[in-house]
């Protein structure tokens, strides 16, 4: 039976990846600049990471274009490609618990979730790309009779990633799998504030005989490592994930350098709707509770949003009140704890910004609302929920990313929809009802990447995620994120 004991025992063993990961060697920052890593759990400083520059980005991007040009990844035989990946896939396996530590560490995310969710998916997720990179077929056109024409799929070449800190390993894997398969050459940058998992994925990658250059990992700030990636003239796409400040201004830096494509996965302020004939009240409570409180609220498509109708809303208010109770913060390593810290003091200070500013346009605060653990030095938050909330109101617009729910009551479907779409993001949305009629028409005319009926956040690596409006464009997971990292080609050949 594992405990906290155990996990601190860990915690204090392992030895923590800080090294940057460039052409096949674990090195430090060309300058050997570093910076520091503080833990959210106790505020205690745990590392001191590589700060990779623009000369640091330049080396691994030019190590990730060789490895691209000769072909040592991209012309190796499709089963000695899956072996590679799958090989790396059982080495994280072997290091799953290590792996679900440094999250845990870096985040501030409970010990059970890097344990049963965030280091399971990254696993599945390598596991399905690497399934999937030998069903890319490409097509055969109709042609004169003298003509054979076909199209193939094309690996783009170096493929830049930039990934946020709320879900490290998982979102990073999201790209970094679908990417590799196509047989493109990978340059990581993970955020600042937990760069740890990535930096063991990218050891790991060396271990499992991926060669030199193809994955490199170069931790460092966003605004020096980060633009110099998506500045880059010799990188093919930008793969991001994280705000849409940042997105905005990867698009900007592609069309001042070379047109390098770009996909964004941006944030949310995503609806979860309540009708009267909801099939189980219970049930949406608690979905409801953990679409706002997992990961601390730090997640792109957290339910922030929670719109009720009349008919229901104060029974339903009882339930959510009591499930939001049960949200309790704890340790991280705690494996008991199902709520644990913001990702870093600034996070938490942004949250409770949010709070205050709810509290001053005059929503109702029915729980929560403060910091929490302090005496911990950690960065926590208490579960909280706003009832009250008017629709055009700061806490009903803008993302907050920490685990605040906005309630809203509406009166009939039309409202609740108008509503729902009424923000600048477009990510995910839910709804819970009996009529089928309504279930589907809401889902035609929610402006969003994501509907869940009677659920929340109840799909796969099987489908398709992303987002509509300023919630960024391109898709991650299925085989459409296969497809995004290659380029078509037709050739036509005439007979002579
Ligand atoms: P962020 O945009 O501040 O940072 C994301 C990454 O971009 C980090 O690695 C950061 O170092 C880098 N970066 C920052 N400035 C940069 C610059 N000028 N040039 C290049 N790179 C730069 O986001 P965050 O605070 O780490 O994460 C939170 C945001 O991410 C939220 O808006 C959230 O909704 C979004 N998010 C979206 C999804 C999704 O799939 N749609 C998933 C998770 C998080």
Same mark, same amino acid.
């Given at each position: 039976?594992?405990?906290?004991?155990?996990?601190?025992?860990?915690?204090?063993?392992?030895?923590?990846?800080?090294?940057?990961?460039?052409?096949?060697?674990?090195?430090?920052?060309?300058?050997?600049?570093?910076?520091?890593?503080?833990?959210?759990?106790?505020?205690?400083?745990?590392?001191?990471?590589?700060?990779?520059?623009?000369?640091?980005?330049?080396?691994?991007?030019?190590?990730?274009?060789?490895?691209?040009?000769?072909?040592?990844?991209?012309?190796?035989?499709?089963?000695?490609?899956?072996?590679?990946?799958?090989? @790396?896939?059982? @080495?994280?396996?072997?290091?799953?618990?290590?792996?679900?530590?440094?999250? =845990?560490?870096?985040?501030?995310?409970?010990?059970?979730?890097?344990?049963?969710?965030?280091?399971?998916?990254?696993?599945?997720?390598?596991?399905?790309?690497?399934?999937?990179?030998?069903?890319?077929?490409?097509?055969?056109?109709?042609?004169?009779?003298?003509?054979?024409?076909?199209?193939?799929?094309?690996?783009?070449?170096?493929?830049?990633?930039?990934?946020?800190?709320?879900?490290?390993?998982?979102?990073?894997?999201?790209?970094?799998?679908?990417?590799?398969?196509?047989?493109? =050459?990978?340059? &990581?940058?993970?955020?600042?504030?937990?760069?740890?998992?990535?930096?063991?994925?990218?050891?790991?990658?060396?271990?499992?005989?991926?060669?030199?250059?193809?994955?490199?990992?170069?931790?460092?700030?966003?605004?020096?490592?980060?633009?110099?990636?998506?500045?880059?003239?010799?990188?093919?796409?930008?793969?991001?994930?994280?705000?849409?400040?940042?997105?905005?201004?990867? #698009?900007?830096?592609?069309?001042?350098?070379?047109?390098?494509?770009?996909?964004?996965?941006?944030?949310?302020?995503?609806?979860?709707?309540?009708?009267?004939?909801?099939?189980?009240?219970?049930?949406?409570?608690?979905?409801?509770?953990?679409?706002?409180?997992?990961?601390?609220?730090?997640?792109?498509?957290?339910?922030?949003?929670?719109?009720?109708?009349?008919?229901?809303?104060?029974?339903?208010?009882?339930?959510?009140?009591?499930?939001?109770?049960?949200?309790?913060?704890?340790?991280? @390593?705690?494996?008991?704890?199902?709520?644990? =810290?913001?990702?870093?003091?600034?996070?938490?200070?942004? &949250?409770?910004?949010?709070?205050?500013?709810?509290?001053?346009?005059?929503?109702?605060?029915?729980?929560?609302?403060?910091?929490?653990?302090?005496?911990?030095?950690?960065?926590?938050?208490?579960?909280?929920?706003?009832?009250?909330?008017?629709?055009?109101?700061?806490?009903?617009?803008?993302?907050?990313?920490?685990?605040?729910?906005?309630?809203?009551?509406?009166?009939?479907?039309?409202?609740?929809?108008?509503?729902?779409?009424?923000?600048?993001?477009?990510?995910?949305?839910? @709804?819970?009802?009996?009529?089928?009629?309504?279930?589907?028409?809401?889902?035609?005319?929610?402006?969003?990447?994501?509907?869940?009926?009677?659920?929340?956040?109840?799909?796969?690596?099987?489908?398709?995620?992303?987002?509509?409006?300023?919630?960024?464009?391109?898709?991650?997971?299925? #085989?459409?994120?296969?497809?995004?990292?290659?380029?078509?080609? =037709?050739?036509?050949?005439?007979?002579?």
């Amino acid at each position: 039976m594992t405990s906290l004991a155990h996990f601190e025992k860990l915690a204090g063993s392992i030895k923590l990846p800080t090294l940057a990961v460039i052409d096949g060697k674990l090195v430090p920052a060309g300058k050997g600049h570093t910076f520091e890593k503080h833990t959210p759990r106790n505020g205690r400083l745990i590392a001191h990471i590589a700060e990779c520059d623009a000369d640091d980005v330049d080396i691994a991007v030019a190590s990730a274009r060789s490895a691209f040009e000769d072909g040592r990844w991209r012309h190796q035989h499709y089963r000695d490609k899956k072996k590679v990946l799958f090989k @790396l896939a059982e @080495l994280m396996e072997r290091d799953a618990e290590t792996l679900a530590v440094l999250e =845990s560490l870096d985040v501030g995310k409970p010990i059970r979730d890097t344990q049963a969710f965030d280091v399971p998916s990254a696993i599945r997720t390598l596991r399905y790309y690497a399934e999937a990179l030998d069903k890319v077929n490409g097509e055969v056109g109709p042609e004169a009779p003298d003509r054979v024409s076909f199209a193939v799929h094309e690996p783009l070449g170096v493929i830049g990633t930039i990934v946020p800190w709320n879900f490290p390993l998982h979102l990073a894997m999201w790209k970094i799998a679908p990417a590799l398969a196509m047989g493109n =050459s990978v340059v &990581v940058k993970p955020a600042e504030q937990s760069s740890m998992t990535a930096l063991k994925v990218g050891e790991l990658a060396l271990e499992a005989g991926l060669p030199a250059g193809v994955l490199n990992i170069v931790p460092g700030a966003g605004r020096v490592a980060g633009t110099a990636i998506a500045r880059h003239m010799d990188v093919d796409m930008i793969a991001f994930t994280g705000s849409g400040q940042v997105g905005k201004l990867l #698009m900007k830096y592609s069309g001042e350098s070379n047109l390098k494509r770009v996909s964004l996965e941006l944030g949310g302020k995503s609806p979860h709707i309540v009708f009267n004939d909801c099939p189980d009240l219970d049930a949406a409570a608690l979905h409801a509770a953990f679409g706002i409180f997992y990961n601390s609220g730090q997640v792109c498509t957290a339910g922030s949003r929670l719109l009720v109708q009349e008919g229901v809303a104060d029974a339903f208010m009882e339930k959510l009140i009591k499930a939001a109770k049960d949200v309790v913060p704890g340790d991280p @390593l705690e494996p008991k704890t199902t709520f644990g =810290s913001m990702v870093s003091a600034e996070q938490m200070k942004t &949250v409770l910004g949010y709070i205050d500013t709810a509290n001053k346009e005059g929503a109702a605060l029915r729980h929560g609302g403060k910091r929490a653990r302090e005496e911990t030095g950690g960065f926590y938050v208490e579960p909280t929920v706003f009832d009250k909330v008017t629709p055009k109101s700061t806490l009903a617009q803008e993302e907050v990313f920490g685990p605040v729910l906005a309630v809203t009551r509406f009166k009939d479907a039309d409202e609740a929809i108008r509503i729902a779409n009424g923000t600048v993001f477009g990510l995910a949305a839910g @709804l819970w009802t009996k009529d089928l009629t309504l279930a589907h028409r809401a889902a035609r005319d929610l402006r969003s990447g994501l509907v869940w009926v009677n659920g929340w956040d109840s799909c796969d690596i099987t489908m398709p995620f992303g987002g509509f409006k300023q919630s960024g464009f391109g898709r991650d997971r299925s #085989m459409h994120a296969l497809y995004k990292y290659a380029d078509m080609k =037709s050739v036509s050949i005439t007979l002579r």
